[in-house]
């Protein structure tokens, strides 16, 4: 069992940066691999990055490759996405997620979820 709470979010003007957290609880957390997903009013969550238990893999939604970094720090159970150069279309309810099956970037596959951080990027 893992607990999950995201924070970091807000309101960035477009070109800017913000840089994510997932602070997880539980004594299994280097075990899990994990996922940032990001959901817009009126559209279903989508998939935003992957990163694997150890940290050495990982993989990007095609429209945020090149400006959002997923990283991951086990020894303090915190996962990071550094988000630069923010567009309008980025704005959205961002969450973090653990222990999905082998459909990464599927977001059903996901046993655990936070509660979510609004990043709103004005132009």
């Known amino acids: 069992q893992v607990q999950l709470v995201e924070s970091g979010g807000g309101l960035v003007q477009a070109g800017g940066s913000l840089r994510l957290s997932c602070a997880a609880s539980?004594?299994?957390?280097?075990?899990?691999?994990m996922g940032w997903f990001r959901q817009a009013p009126g559209k279903e969550r989508g998939f935003v990055a992957f990163?694997?238990?150890?940290?050495?893999?990982?993989y990007y939604t095609e429209a945020v490759k090149g400006r959002f970094t997923i990283s991951r720090d086990n020894a303090k159970k915190l996962v990071f996405l550094q988000m630069s150069s923010l567009k309008p279309e980025d704005t959205a309810v961002y969450y973090c997620?653990?222990?999905?099956?082998?459909?990464?970037?599927?977001?059903?596959?996901?046993?655990?979820w936070g509660q979510g951080t609004q990043v709103t990027v004005s132009s």
């Open positions: 997620a653990a222990d999905p099956g082998p459909s990464w970037a599927n977001a059903r596959e996901y046993k655990y």
């Open positions: 990163i694997n238990r150890g940290g050495d893999i990982t």
């Open positions: 539980g004594s299994t957390f280097s075990s899990y691999n």
